[in-house]
């Protein structure tokens, strides 16, 4: 069982930026590593994804501003938020997920760090 711990969360003004972490507590090369976010009264969304062969997707919403990253050699992820906005403010969660033929093999979450965006 992997376990996923997020940090770098915070309180930053609009226009700042923060990075976040997700350490793995075991190898996760071969999975794909996501964040994800969720704003009160509003459905968990995808942030970025990363594959375990470096494709990145993002949403729309950030697109331009976050940048997703992976080091194998630490089992971490990374996600860059630059240009930070107030909805931007939300719990954000880190994922990895392994799949096979479309189907879920694995799928690990973190506990969330709080992102608020506010001046």
């Known amino acids: 069982q992997v376990q996923l711990v997020e940090s770098g969360g915070g309180l930053v003004q609009p226009g700042g930026s923060l990075r976040l972490s997700c350490a793995a507590s075991?190898?996760?090369?071969?999975?794909?590593m996501g964040w994800y976010r969720q704003a009160p009264g509003k459905q968990r969304e995808l942030v970025a994804v990363?594959?375990?062969?470096?494709?990145?997707n993002y949403s729309v919403s950030v697109r331009g501003r976050f940048t997703i990253s992976r080091d194998n050699a630490k089992n971490t992820g990374y996600l860059h938020m630059n240009s930070l906005k107030p909805e931007d403010t939300a719990v954000y969660y880190c994922?990895?997920?392994?799949?096979?033929?479309?189907?879920?093999?694995?799928?690990?979450w973190g506990q969330g760090t709080q992102v608020t965006v506010s001046s």
């Open positions: 994922n990895a997920q392994r799949t096979t033929f479309g189907a879920t093999v694995t799928n690990y």
């Open positions: 075991g190898s996760i090369f071969d999975h794909s």
């Open positions: 990363v594959t375990s062969d470096g494709r990145t």
